[in-house]
T-cell receptor, first 115, second 112 residues
Framework: DAGVIQSPRHEVTEMGQEVTLRCKPI?????LFWYRQTMMRGLELLIY????????DSGMPEDRFSAKMPNASFSTLKIQPSEPRDSAVYFC?????????????FGPGTRLTVL | KQEVTQIPAALSVPEGENLVLNCSFT??????LQWFRQDPGKGLTSLLL?????REQTSGRLNASLDKSSGRSTLYIAASQPGDSATYLC???????????FGSGTQLTVLP
């Protein structure tokens, strides 16, 4: 398997623009997580899905952030409008519910810079 | 709410030294604990995963221990090398979704 795939790897945009980050989980995994990493707050969970359904979005910082999972192989995290303080690395991870190890597998991340 | 703390925040050692990184967590109801490595500008590399029923895991020069009852874990690195320089993150798995809560990391520099 190719692992968790994220795109783009780097994104530079201007304040006010819409940004869409994409994630393809490992095939067969039924949990998908979005994390954000900043210098100030470290790595924090934004939202997670189980079987394509959003379960807990309490980590989403503002209504400008939204996430969808239209099918088992694709998820998006959208920021509209973007602000400079959204600059961070966004990671996607997936795991298999029946896994005895409970291990999550991470994608390479998307480094977002909002000017 | 689970909180994970890592001490020290930064560590600089000469090459060849053995070193210990510390991680503590507030809620002992964890499924597992993971240590990750992150190089500057890069993603997360999983180093070791210790299940809640285990006491330690070893991989090469790395050894991680877990004392769930006291909410502590250590990562021991033997004979450190400059290539070990990176940020080391500790994370615990909790909750119905087995989500991860991360510490803020220890930035390690191994001097040649």
């Amino acid at each position: 398997d190719a692992g968790v795939i994220q795109s783009p790897r780097h994104e530079v945009t201007e304040m006010g623009q819409e940004v869409t980050l994409r994630c393809k989980p490992i095939s067969g995994h039924d949990y998908l997580f979005w994390y954000r990493q900043t210098m100030m707050r470290g790595l924090e969970l934004l939202i997670y899905f189980n079987n394509n359904v959003p379960i807990d979005d309490s980590g989403m910082p503002e209504d400008r952030f939204s996430a969808k999972m239209p099918n088992a192989s694709f998820s998006t995290l959208k920021i509209q409008p973007s602000e400079p303080r959204d600059s961070a690395v966004y990671f996607c991870a997936s795991r298999l519910a029946g896994s005895a190890s409970h291990e999550q597998f991470f994608g390479p991340g998307t480094r977002l810079t909002v000017l | 709410k689970q909180e994970v703390t890592q001490i020290p925040a930064a560590l600089s050692v000469p090459e060849g030294e053995n070193l210990v990184l510390n991680c503590s967590f507030t809620d002992s109801a964890i499924y597992n604990l993971q240590w990750f490595r992150q190089d500057p500008g890069k993603g997360l590399t999983s180093l070791l995963l210790i299940q809640s029923s285990q006491r330690e895991q070893t991989s090469g020069r790395l050894n991680a221990s877990l004392d769930k009852s006291s909410g502590r874990s250590t990562l021991y690195i033997a004979a450190s090398q400059p290539g070990d320089s990176a940020t080391y993150l500790c994370a615990v798995t909790t909750g119905s979704a087995r989500q991860l809560t991360f510490g803020s990391g220890t930035q390690l520099t191994v001097l040649p």
